[in-house]
């Protein structure tokens, strides 16, 4: 590439903190199509940022003291719980900007299950880890729509594949058997896919019951010692990782 | 009137955590961070008048943490860097396997993070852990955006320099994978 063709370092960061204004997240991108080594370096600074803040999810436990209240230098309120939400290292998806969908760039880019879906060759024979760590319904939901026309679009083209669900922090609720609002669909999903893997991460459930929360997870379920050890572990494995 | 107010005092103590976390990030001391995001939700919840729109509360807090640990910097007369990263954690440090630990890995980042110049370092952090936008980093630093972006760009070169070979390790399992 020309010199001054040349994504800035600036500009690389900014993408990859949607600091950027359409037409020049537009310019990034077609940029990304074209060169192996931007997407790379695009993929290293987004595994960067998901260090960082799975570095800092949980700080050394704070002294227990009581919250401020103003005008009074140590009163006795109860202290807010500790309670940060796992996940995020891995934040990013899929992307495919064209037919020459490049799985290798699968982990730069945001990107959205349409792309994935669209385009087949590269997933055959390929094991997807769906991360879900927001008990919002609606990322349950469509969590589970995704992995479920995932399944459904490989068989009925006659692909192999494997799909694994890492639920951690209140995405955990998806694999919880008394709060899981998709309890019966995710059973019947298992029934019809034994392909379809659930893993529940250890730590978060260590977490809620050390706050007196009964964790009863659907069964089937493995539980891994954490979400990030699941996902790091799965990944040299070779498998695609997809956040929901 | 009041109901904005409880609201706003509920929505200050909730945010404790992520003040602490934040001290901490930059003065990678628990107690001393303890203490700084103490001090910046006291502030706060006395000022809570002062904040305009509760949409900016996040930046509000944030900037006056920053303003406390200045204070507490000036106080000290010292900077808050509080001890040099030491070369060998990046050189001697675990193995790949190992450092497939996650608290090696948490240890690693937190070690090269530290590491970086403090003006660096807040602005990283802001950005990668609170995912402020480059503008809100600008308003609780008081810094212009351009400062913004070109700390955040050294900040990123350097740690990648440091965590590079954990990056590889990691993208290389991936990308060979899929060929």
């Known amino acids: 590439m020309s010199e001054e063709n040349r994504i800035s370092d ?58 401020a209240r103003p005008g009074l230098r140590w009163p006795w309120l109860a202290a807010a719980s500790i309670v940060f939400a796992l996940g995020g290292w891995f934040g990013h998806g899929w992307w495919s900007g064209g037919p020459a969908l490049d799985p290798t760039s699968a982990y730069a880019l945001r990107g959205d299950w349409q792309s994935l879906r669209g385009d087949w060759r590269t997933l055959d024979g390929s094991r997807v880890l769906m991360h879900v760590s927001s008990g919002a319904q609606g990322a349950l939901a469509t969590a589970l729509d995704e992995v479920e026309d995932l399944l459904r679009s490989a068989r009925a083209k006659g692909r192999t594949i494997e799909v694994e669900i890492v639920a951690n922090s209140s995405g955990l609720d998806l694999l919880e058997a008394n709060a899981s609002p998709y309890a019966a669909r995710i059973a019947a999903l298992r029934q019809e896919f034994p392909n379809l893997a659930l893993v529940a991460c250890g730590r978060t459930i260590a977490r809620r019951t050390a706050r007196g929360i009964e964790v009863s997870l659907l069964p089937g379920t493995v539980i891994a010692p954490s979400a990030l050890e699941q996902v790091i572990k799965r990944l040299r494995d070779g498998w695609i990782y997809v956040r929901a | 009137m009041f109901g904005r107010s409880a609201a706003l005092r509920r929505d200050i103590e909730r945010s404790r955590d992520m003040l602490y976390r934040m001290a901490f990030a930059w003065c990678r001391e628990a107690a001393l961070a303890d203490d700084l995001a103490h001090e910046a939700m006291e502030k706060a919840l006395r000022s809570a008048g002062q904040l305009r729109d509760a949409k900016r509360l996040k930046g509000w807090l944030l900037r006056i943490l920053a303003n406390c640990l200045c204070d507490h910097a000036r106080a000290r007369r010292e900077h808050v860097e509080l001890a040099a990263i030491e070369d060998s954690v990046a050189a001697d ?10 608290a090696q890995l948490v240890l690693r980042v937190r070690n090269a ?25 600008g308003e609780i630093l008081e810094i212009p955006i351009g400062t913004v972006m070109s700390r955040l760009c050294r900040a990123r070169a350097a740690l990648r320099e440091r965590l590079r070979p954990f990056v590889r390790e990691v993208l290389g399992f991936r990308l060979r994978s899929v060929k």
């Not at chain 1, 997240?25 to 998901?50: G, N, S, T």
């Not at chain 2, 440090?93 to 996650?102: D, L, V, W």
């Open chain 1, 10 to 67: 600036e500009l690389r960061g900014a993408f990859v903190d949607s600091q950027l204004e359409a037409a020049d997240w537009a310019q990034v991108a077609a940029q990304m199509e074209r060169d192996p080594a931007l997407r790379d370096d695009v993929c290293e600074l987004r595994l960067l940022k998901d260090m960082m803040r799975h570095a800092y999810t949980e700080p050394p436990a704070r002294r227990r003291r009581p919250a």
């Open chain 2, 93 to 102: 440090g675990p193995t790949p396997e190992e450092a497939q630990a996650s």
């Open chain 2, 113 to 137: 993070v530290g590491g970086l110049p403090f003006g660096q370092r807040q602005v990283v952090t802001l950005v990668d852990l609170e995912g402020c936008s480059y503008a809100e980093v």
